[in-house]
């Protein structure tokens, strides 16, 4: 198809801005080496929370307008998300995070900390499904229209033959892509189990814990986490990490003990000192980047693709 604008890149960030180009009216296609059950959202937890972006008022920004979006959606089944309560933990004491005000948390009790923790705090936030969610977005952006093609670039140079806007959505890949050193992976390794009747959400947000913890519930299963290896590219899933998750994951809930393991999840979270949403211009084309994400992919997604809609709409304004 002729499209006026191609989206590299089909994680949560590439899809999220594909649909929201297309339901701007413009005729979008996504380039991927990776379709969306392969790429690292795919392989996400994924709940909304900031983790692993820097802190700033367009993180903020972003964050927030992602959260409207993900309420808005979880009253439809098929896309995935859930609202659902629980707590975030530590086991030294910490002041709650600054984006707590937008998910309307609380202190926690002591008598509702988990053994070992001395403070934490309770919130309501959306929980994805992420490979029922990428596929809701797939789904969206095919009804508007929209396009997935299997194809790798060698740059962004040779994309930009493809349409008047490319917007750039590679994730780790803009590495090279991009030529970006400063883009680095983060491995991340979870373990799915069939859930035994958890309902809520749990997080160690210890600072400076050696390694993640975290439970997240959904209908039929548990997503068990994590690891948070910087510099790690290997997508190969690490049978002693997952050991290790699934060890510190029953310390905290005895009742994951024994339940069925179903599956193990590797993904390279895109980390950046600042996430990079800027445009560069290439004669009379434009070039969109978005990508840095870091583990926030899911919480940023919506304001990001916004964002990017907003910057595609001045620079044709300007130019017409």
Known sequence: MSADAVVIGAGVSGLTTAVCLAEAGMRVRVDTDSLPGATTSAAAGAMWDPYLAE???LVERWSRATLSELVALSV???TGIRIVEGTQESRIPCAMPAWIGLVDGRLCALKELKHG???????????ADMPRYLHYLARRLAKEGGSIRSHRYGSVEEAMREAPVVVNCSGTGARVLANDPSVEAVRG?????????IESFFCDDTPGADELTYIYPHARTVVLGGTSDRGNWDLSPDEEAACRIIARCVAVEPSISGARILEQRVGLRPARTQIRLAEEHYGGRLLV???GHGGAGLTLSWGCAREVVERIRRVTIATT
């Not at 403070?119 to 929980?127: F, I, K, N």
């Not at 390794?189 to 009747?197: C, D, K, T, Y």
């Open 76 to 78: 439809d089944e098929d």
């Open 117 to 127: 923790f001395v403070t934490g705090w309770r919130y309501r936030a959306p929980l």
């Open 55 to 57: 802190s700033s008022d």
């Open 289 to 291: 980047h978005n990508y």
């Open 189 to 197: 390794q979870l373990v799915v189990v069939e859930n035994p009747g």
